[in-house]
C-alpha cells in the first residue's frame, strides 16, 4: 500500500486561457498524461492515466501467450436435455 507524501506548496499560473500548476519532479508520475477531478469537499487529484488496451491489442496479447493447457481438455459427456429437465419434456399426446 503506498503511503501519502506530505503536502508541497506549489504555485498555479496562467498557460494561456488555462491554469497550470507546477508539480515537484519527485511527484511526476511516469505516465504521459494525468486525470484530474475535483472532489465534493474541493480537493483536486491527479492520477496516472493510462489507455484501455483496444480488442486488437487484447486479441494480440492472448495470442502471444498461447493457449491455456486446460483448453485441451476433454469436456465431460453431455446429459441429454430431457432427462436433466424431465418437467420440460411430458407426452402432450394423451
Do not use: C, Y
Not at 486561457?17 to 508520475?29: D, E, F, N
Not at 489507455?51 to 459427456?77: M, V
Request: proline share 10%; hydrophobic share 35%; no cysteine.
Amino acid at each position: 500500500m503506498q503511503t501519502m507524501t506530505d503536502p508541497v506548496v506549489t504555485k498555479m499560473f496562467k498557460n494561456g486561457g488555462s491554469w497550470a500548476v507546477r508539480i515537484p519532479v519527485s511527484l511526476v508520475p511516469s505516465t504521459q498524461a494525468v486525470e484530474i477531478r475535483a472532489t465534493a469537499e474541493g480537493a483536486l487529484e491527479i492520477r496516472p492515466h493510462h489507455e484501455q488496451e483496444t480488442l486488437e491489442q487484447l486479441l494480440d496479447k492472448w495470442q502471444q501467450e498461447g493457449t491455456p493447457l486446460d483448453a485441451t481438455d476433454q469436456w465431460p459427456a453431455r446429459t441429454p436435455l430431457p432427462s436433466r429437465f424431465p418437467d420440460l419434456h411430458q407426452d402432450d399426446t394423451a
